[in-house]
């Protein structure tokens, strides 16, 4: 059974820090894109972070970037975001889903993506 689950998300003041897991279960990693999404009440789902399949290049939303991290352990099959320097508007469920075979590229679009987690609430408030 192909399974995505996101975890370590929380409630964390503003400049705080968090880190997310996506781990896979019932497929391999390796072999796809992985992104991460987050969706804020009342608003479109936003493509946050990826890393591509072939060879871990990284891409970021100018919102996130120089604040925010994805890598990927293969061997624990696991996607990690380290989120620093959080802000009030980063506050929303964030999502990691997979796509296979994408290259050197991932898309930014949610609808090119084949496997979703469940999501994990991010809330940045003092």
């Known amino acids: 059974q192909v399974q995505l689950v996101e975890s370590g998300g929380g409630l964390v003041q503003p400049g705080g820090s968090l880190r997310l897991s996506c781990a896979a279960s019932g497929f391999t990693l390796d072999y796809y894109a992985i992104g991460w999404f987050r969706q804020a009440p009342g608003k479109e789902r936003e493509g946050v972070s990826c890393?591509?399949?072939?060879?871990?290049?990284?891409y970021y939303a100018d919102s996130v970037k120089g604040r925010f991290t994805i890598s990927r352990d293969n061997a624990k099959n696991t996607v990690y975001l380290q989120m620093n320097s959080l802000k009030p508007e980063d506050t929303a469920v964030y999502y990691c889903?997979?796509?296979?075979?994408?290259?050197?590229?991932?898309?930014?679009?949610?609808?090119?993506?084949?496997?979703w987690g469940q999501g994990t609430q991010v809330t940045v408030s003092s």
């Open positions: 889903a997979a796509v296979a075979s994408y290259g050197s590229s991932c898309p930014w679009s949610p609808l090119s993506y084949d496997y």
């Open positions: 890393i591509s399949s072939s060879d871990g290049s990284t």
